[in-house]
């Protein structure tokens, strides 16, 4: 057993501390919108389990689906599926070790955000 | 005792044991993804709201069949890493374990649900 020396490391100021900026709240937001997206995934999986299964049990699950709560689950599935999307590729353009200064990496947050909108109106119109 | 310097213990595959295992992982699977989401996304919402014939006509054809297989596999992998590593940044003791255990138990009663009716659709 290696004998581990305990170092008294400084603190960093944590979001307790730090008022919210653009950076942490997209960044926030990809962890958020990627856990949520289960929700639409349980149902998406559902739903295909009854079109497999029997035309009584899809009538069932179809009525869920496509009802105000099913709209409700898969539209905000679409939102965050594309801000997923965007915030992923702005991490593998990161991971590259580009677009890190704070201007750019502002500039690609708000690309995020509109982006993801844009894309989430542009398929419902167009799907 | 051993003299082991802090950079010796940081060597190798470092203190996870696992080294850029999981960030390499997220970052093949976000490519995939990134390829294979736009038209996944046309095919399901297209499907979503038709009628069950017309569900089974869409899943029976290969191409929708093997895309949504594929999303659904690397989607979840996907999701499955990026979950454990919420419960892991939040969550303590004992129900980190038992959360991530339910985390990867439950991601693959999906996996196997998703492609057990996809498989009865396409055969």
Not at chain 1, 107 to 125: A, R
Not at chain 2, 33 to 53: E, N, Y
């Amino acid at each position: 057993m290696p004998d581990v020396k305990q170092v008294e490391r400084p603190l960093s100021p944590h979001l307790q501390i730090y008022r919210p900026q653009l950076t942490s709240v997209s960044s926030i937001l990809t962890r958020i919108t990627g856990n949520a997206l289960i929700v639409g995934v349980v149902l998406a999986i559902w739903w295909l389990l009854a079109a497999a299964t029997s035309p009584e049990y899809f009538a069932r699950v179809d009525a869920v689906a496509t009802s105000w709560f099913g709209d409700l689950v898969f539209t905000g599935s679409l939102w965050a599926i594309w801000y997923h999307y965007l915030a992923g590729l702005r991490h593998l353009f990161f991971d590259a070790g580009k677009g890190l200064d704070i201007a750019t990496a502002e500039m690609l947050g708000w690309g995020c955000i509109i982006g993801s909108v844009v894309l989430t109106v542009l398929t419902l119109f167009l799907v | 005792m051993r003299y082991l310097t802090e950079r010796k213990r940081a060597e190798g595959k470092g203190a996870s044991g696992t080294g850029t295992e999981h960030h390499w992982y997220m970052t093949v699977s976000a490519a995939g993804l990134a390829v294979m989401i736009p038209t996944f996304l046309v095919v399901f919402g297209r499907a979503l709201g038709s009628s069950q014939d017309d569900v089974l006509a869409v899943f029976a054809r290969p191409f929708p069949a093997i895309l949504t297989a594929l999303v659904l596999v690397v989607g979840l992998q996907h999701f499955r890493r990026g979950a454990e590593a919420m419960i892991e940044d939040y969550v303590r003791g004992l129900n980190r374990k038992l959360a991530i255990i339910f985390v990867i138990t439950f991601t693959y009663f999906l996996m196997a649900t998703g492609i057990y009716a996809l498989a009865r659709m396409a055969l």
